[in-house]
C-alpha cells in the first residue's frame, strides 16, 4: 500500500492544552507545531494513515470561542471534505460540552 492510499486524517487545533508542550528553558506551556507530529510522535506512524494538520494561530482560548470561530472550523472542514477521510478536532475543555451539541 503506498502512502497516497493509507486513510487520511485532518488535525485541527483550535486551542487547548492537548495542544501545548513545555518550553525547557522557562518551563512555560507554549503551543506544539503540529507540523512536526509524526516526529514528535513517531508511534503514529504504525496506524498507517497520512496525518495532515491545521493548527489556529494563535491558539484560540475557550472562552474566547465564538460563531464565527464555530464557523471558521465548518468552512476549514468544508474546503477539505473531499480530500480526506476523516477530521479530528481538538479543543480545550471547556468546549467539550458545546463542541459535543456541534458535532451531532
Request: aromatic share 14%; charged share 20%.
Amino acid at each position: 500500500m503506498t502512502q497516497s492510499e493509507y486513510p487520511s486524517v485532518l488535525l485541527i487545533y483550535t486551542g487547548g492544552t492537548i495542544g501545548m508542550i513545555e518550553n525547557p528553558e522557562t518551563g512555560a506551556l507554549e503551543a506544539f507545531n503540529f507540523d512536526q507530529l509524526q516526529d514528535n510522535v513517531p508511534e503514529l506512524k504504525r496506524f498507517n494513515y497520512r496525518i495532515s494538520s491545521y493548527q489556529f494561530n494563535p491558539p484560540i482560548d475557550s472562552s474566547d470561542m465564538e460563531p464565527a470561530l464555530w464557523a471558521k472550523l465548518v468552512k476549514i472542514i468544508k474546503y477539505n471534505y473531499d480530500n480526506f477521510d476523516g477530521f479530528v478536532i481538538l479543543h480545550g475543555t471547556p468546549l467539550q460540552r458545546s463542541a459535543s451539541c456541534w458535532k451531532t
